[in-house]
């Protein structure tokens, strides 16, 4: 029997896609890391998944609490969606489940990015022209004083 070193592997089964748009939508490393993470655990299909911030954070290295902010910092930027769930212990009892993730369309991501810059953009344009008019202010009121 020969050895294969290097065995064949499916590229739908064994590798998970993630778009190359998050490199330019200004996230952060832990936030590049939790949508990876939600990514690769989703149903192809549903484009859902449910691990819960401990699974997140096991995977990371991270503690539960961080992974709780970049999630929140992910539904802001509108890449995921998150739903709560329950659960029904043997006794009757309900209780809550892990958050359900839906993994967003990339485009929306992108056109909120892409708006939010236009608008840092027209607010430093209205900031650089009232510092400019202030500052022909302060030259007329020095030459009148003189």
Excluded: W
């Excluded at 029997?1 to 590229?11: E, I, L, Q, S, V």
């Excluded at 149903?43 to 990371?60: E, M, V, W, Y």
């Amino acid at each position: 029997m020969k050895y294969n070193r290097y065995p064949r592997r499916d590229a739908i089964r064994d590798y998970f896609p993630l778009p190359n748009e998050i490199f330019c939508l200004g996230l952060s490393c832990g936030e590049i890391a939790v949508y990876a993470y939600l990514l690769y655990r989703e149903d192809r299909k549903t484009f859902q998944c449910h691990p819960s911030f401990r699974t997140i954070g096991n995977a990371l290295k991270m503690s539960r609490n961080t992974v709780s902010k970049y999630v929140k910092r992910l539904e802001d930027k509108q890449l995921i969606r998150t739903e709560p769930t329950e659960i029904r212990m043997a006794n009757g009892m309900k209780r809550n489940g892990n958050l359900l993730y839906t993994i967003m369309p990339i485009e929306q991501a992108k056109s909120l990015y892409f708006e939010q810059q236009l608008q840092r953009a027209v607010c430093q344009q209205a900031h650089e022209k009232a510092i400019k008019k202030l500052e022909r202010y302060d030259r007329k009121k020095k030459r009148e004083a003189v």
